[in-house]
């Protein structure tokens, strides 16, 4: 039994140390086209997407108007989410772009700074967020995935954790709306 129990334990660290290493934003250096935050976002870029809970059940649908601008050395970037069952919410980021794989992001909702690193057409943007849950306030982790494709079109793939454990996966596809990229 002891050890059935330590095996079972190793198992479960060495499951949960082989999700550590995943996907580094270098993979992506050749692919194509490139993303940059402030050149995606310049103007405004319009978004449908949905929150999956843990067994894939879709549990919210939302659209999102984003508008883009720099003023100095930050890109600001307003989001106006509605969703599918006529709630909205508002964020403004504040984004600075350190180096040119670099960036760190503030907003109002989010708990310190979201760090994000950007390679060829991807961006891996993490933070927390602090979601209004039934009167209480959840700090919830997520990992965004970015993915640019052709025509202005942008992928973007969320994990959503909250103690370490997986609550849930959002999924939204971006367009740009003026046409250009």
């Not at 599918?84 to 919410?89: L, V």
């Amino acid at each position: 039994m002891r050890r059935g129990l330590l095996l079972a334990v190793l198992a479960l660290t060495g499951a949960l140390l082989g999700g550590c290493s995943g996907i580094n934003p270098k993979d992506y250096a050749d692919s194509k086209p490139i993303f940059r935050i402030e050149r995606y976002f310049d103007g405004h870029v319009r978004a449908w997407g949905m929150f999956q809970g843990r067994s894939g059940e879709v549990k919210r649908r939302f659209t999102v108007d984003v508008h883009g601008h720099t003023e100095g050395d930050e890109f600001i970037l307003r989001e106006h989410f509605k969703y599918a069952d006529g709630s909205t919410q508002k964020r403004v980021w504040h984004i600075r772009r350190l180096d040119d794989h670099h960036y760190e992001g503030r907003a109002g909702d989010i708990v310190g700074v979201a760090k994000g690193t950007r390679y060829g057409n991807a961006l891996h943007w993490h933070y927390t967020l602090a979601l209004p849950v039934d009167g209480d306030t959840w700090h919830l982790k997520f990992n965004d995935w970015m993915y640019l494709q052709e025509d202005g079109v942008m992928i973007n793939r969320t994990s959503v954790s909250k103690y370490g454990f997986h609550v849930g996966d959002v999924t939204i596809a971006f367009r740009k709306q003026d046409g250009s990229e």
